[in-house]
């Protein structure tokens, strides 16, 4: 059992773990499946890794001026997070082995699942693989304690296996109206922020008149349309204003960070810059890999899981819409600082802007919000990620408070959809001690069960008329492979 459990904690560490490893190796395995000549091969495996870390090093910058921004936002309104007696340092320290085992264990069901139900999409969004099973393992430890490791482990790899698989299935059909295609699926915990956007934003309007990437701007502001230029000025005037109330002292050691020299409305306006750059990076990164990895994962698809692709992380999204990224952002950003003063003044909760979470779930809900409404559905999405971000965060601090309650400012929605289901659930368990941690995955199982059979029923949205579905959850006949995309006339806006 020791080689076993050390076998799958290898596994998770430096595999699923390593987002750039794992999206190179399954676009190695990929081309090998396909007896794609040695040569494009190697280069295929090595441009996709590649891509992962270019995305990656865009990712660094720009979150490097988020973290900045969320300092000076919190001195500028006075407010500090509230404190917690127990850490998610001290939580992953006791922990952190079990958490490795499920995110092995559970990545292996998922697989088996995938394969005999015919769910279609495996989720590749390596560090989310980490952080659902923490999220997962905190909210069991919370209702039953210190369980036996295996016990935790087997009840937490069913819950997130069947996390993995259902997320990227139900948001297939909005998918396809961002990407125009099924070359893959979106593999991230915003999901519900998305399918909200999507299903919700109909009302609202059509992407085809309110499209954010066709705005019809005055001549003097269509340097707008440049979504680097544009990125670049409304980061500059955020940080300048958020400077101008902030404590000068937290101002100062910020712009310090980046040089001790620098004055610091200087850096204000590097920092903006330095952000739509990373920006920048990160789009060059996915547009690199997913041109790599589409095609490589047709191997896999046809020979070892069948009509499957891979769900993905929310950047492969953005160059569909990079404005309306951005738009998402300031308007997730926007309403949960109204929260915020909300919260604070009726002495509710201290909550902590998490930039990061209002960036990326904020700028993927506001493109799914565009597919279908344009940019008044941009800007629906981002608020709906706000809202969700700032009650979450506020509810769910407390309920994590003897595990890591830290979880809960650094939360995408569907984090705390988890947290509280598997808590729900464990509170109606608890009577049975610890065997009832059972009854989570059980409940789980039943949920996904019911879900699955439900859709099955409406197969022409999940699986879109004209592609091949021969081994498709609902059991068509297959006519020919996948159809393939090139991948290089996907975006709608220049970066």
């Known amino acids: 059992?020791?080689?076993?459990?050390?076998?799958?904690?290898?596994?998770?560490?430096?595999?699923?773990?390593?987002?750039?490893?794992?999206?190179?190796?399954?676009?190695?395995?990929?081309?090998?499946?396909?007896?794609?000549?040695?040569?494009?091969?190697?280069?295929?495996?090595?441009?996709?890794?590649?891509?992962?870390?270019?995305?990656?090093?865009?990712?660094?910058?720009?979150?490097?001026?988020?973290?900045?921004?969320?300092?000076?936002?919190?001195?500028?309104?006075?407010?500090?997070?509230?404190?917690?007696?127990?850490?998610?340092?001290?939580?992953?320290?006791t922990h952190g082995g079990s958490i490795a085992l499920i995110i092995a264990l559970g990545?292996?069901?998922?697989?088996?699942?995938?394969?005999?139900?015919?769910?279609?999409?495996?989720?590749?969004?390596?560090?989310?693989?980490?952080?659902?099973?923490?999220?997962?393992?905190?909210?069991l430890v919370e209702v039953f304690g210190d369980v036996d490791q295996w016990?935790?482990?087997?009840?937490?790899?069913?819950?997130?296996?069947?996390?993995?698989?259902?997320?990227?299935?139900a948001l297939a059909p909005l998918m396809r109206k961002v990407i125009d295609s099924d070359d893959w699926g979106y593999g991230h915990t915003s999901s519900l922020a998305c399918w909200l956007a999507g299903r919700l934003g109909k009302p609202l309007g059509t992407r085809e008149e309110h499209d954010t990437e066709k705005l019809n701007l005055p001549k003097r502001l269509s340097f707008f349309k440049d979504i680097n230029v544009s990125t670049g000025l409304v980061i500059i005037v955020i940080m300048v204003l958020a400077g101008a109330f902030a404590d000068q002292a937290v101002l100062a050691e910020q712009a310090a960070g980046y040089d001790e020299s620098i004055n610091p409305w200087v850096w204000t306006l590097i920092a903006g810059l330095r952000f739509a750059a990373g920006i920048a990076i990160l789009l060059f990164g996915v547009r690199m890999f997913l041109a790599e990895i589409v095609p490589a994962f047709k191997g896999i698809s046809e020979r070892l899981i069948p009509n499957s692709r891979p769900a993905l992380d929310a950047p492969t999204v953005f160059p569909f819409a990079p404005t309306a990224v951005m738009i998402g952002f300031l308007s997730s950003t926007a309403i949960f600082l109204v929260f915020m003063g909300i919260f604070a003044a009726a002495g509710w909760f201290v909550l902590v802007p998490p930039m990061i979470m209002l960036f990326f779930p904020g700028g993927a809900a506001a493109v799914f919000g565009n597919a279908i409404a344009g940019w008044r559905g941009a800007v629906f999405g981002g608020l709906i990620n706000g809202a969700f971000l700032a009650i979450g965060q506020a509810v769910t601090w407390g309920m994590l408070s003897d595990t890591a309650?830290?979880?809960?400012?650094?939360?995408?929605?569907?984090?705390?959809?988890?947290?509280?289901?598997?808590?729900?659930?464990?509170?109606?368990?608890?009577g049975l001690g610890e065997a009832g941690i059972w009854v989570v995955p059980a409940v789980v199982a039943v949920i996904f069960a019911v879900w699955y059979g439900l859709i099955r029923r409406r197969a022409e949205e999940i699986l879109p008329t004209g592609t091949p579905a021969g081994d498709s959850p609902f059991g068509r006949p297959d006519a020919e492979g996948p159809p393939q995309t090139d991948r290089g006339d996907t975006d709608r806006t220049e970066v």
């Open 1 to 93: 059992m020791d080689i076993v459990a050390d076998v799958l904690q290898f596994l998770a560490n430096n595999i699923f773990n390593e987002v750039a490893i794992l999206i190179g190796l399954i676009t190695l395995v990929g081309l090998l499946l396909q007896r794609a000549p040695i040569e494009d091969t190697v280069a295929g495996a090595i441009r996709a890794t590649i891509g992962v870390i270019i995305l990656f090093v865009g990712i660094d910058v720009f979150v490097e001026g988020l973290l900045a921004f969320q300092t000076i936002v919190g001195s500028a309104v006075g407010l500090a997070p509230p404190e917690a007696t127990n850490t998610l340092g001290d939580f992953l320290g």
């Open 151 to 169: 016990t935790l482990v087997v009840a937490g790899a069913v819950v997130v296996a069947l996390y993995w698989t259902i997320q990227p299935l």
């Open 107 to 139: 990545f292996l069901i998922h697989l088996v699942v995938v394969r005999v139900l015919k769910t279609r999409y495996v989720y590749l969004t390596g560090h989310l693989l980490f952080w659902i099973a923490v999220i997962t393992a905190a909210a």
């Open 405 to 430: 309650p830290e979880l809960a400012t650094l939360a995408d929605p569907d984090w705390y959809v988890i947290a509280w289901l598997v808590l729900g659930i464990g509170a109606l368990a608890s």
